[in-house]
Nanobody, 121 residues
Framework: EVQLQASGGGLVQAGGSLRLSCVLS????????IGWFRQAPGKEREGVSV????????YLADAVKGRFRIFSDKAKNTVYLEMNSLKPEDTAIYYC??????????????WGQGTQVTVSS
């Protein structure tokens, strides 16, 4: 069974850091692009970052460039989202998903459960 398990969210002050983890089961990080998405209350789900481990392609949303980093650990079959210089506007539920290289949620068909990230001012 193809599954993704996201974790690592929490409450952090503005300027702080968090690292989210997405553990894959039933497939490997090389099989699909893995993306991180977020959804804030009252807003649509948006793409944050995507990695295609097979060729190393990485995509980052403009809002997080210079602050977030996505990377994969093939040995652990896990994709990470390292978030630095967090801002209150980064507050959202963060999801990881498997699909095709894009920051658009409609190109991702398998989703993990979300992990809440709250950034206090």
């Amino acid at each position: 069974e193809v599954q993704l398990q996201a974790s690592g969210g929490g409450l952090v002050q503005a300027g702080g850091s968090l690292r989210l983890s997405c553990v894959l089961s039933g497939f490997t990080v090389d099989d699909y692009a893995i993306g991180w998405f977020r959804q804030a209350p009252g807003k649509e789900r948006e793409g944050v970052s995507v990695i295609k481990s097979r060729d190393g392609s990485i995509y980052l949303a403009d809002a997080v460039k210079g602050r977030f980093r996505i990377f994969s650990d093939k040995a652990k079959n896990t994709v990470y989202l390292e978030m630095n210089s967090l801002k209150p506007e980064d507050t959202a539920i963060y999801y990881c998903a498997a699909g095709f290289t894009s920051l658009e949620p409609q190109f991702f068909g398998v989703w993990g459960q979300g992990t809440q990230v709250t950034v206090s001012s």
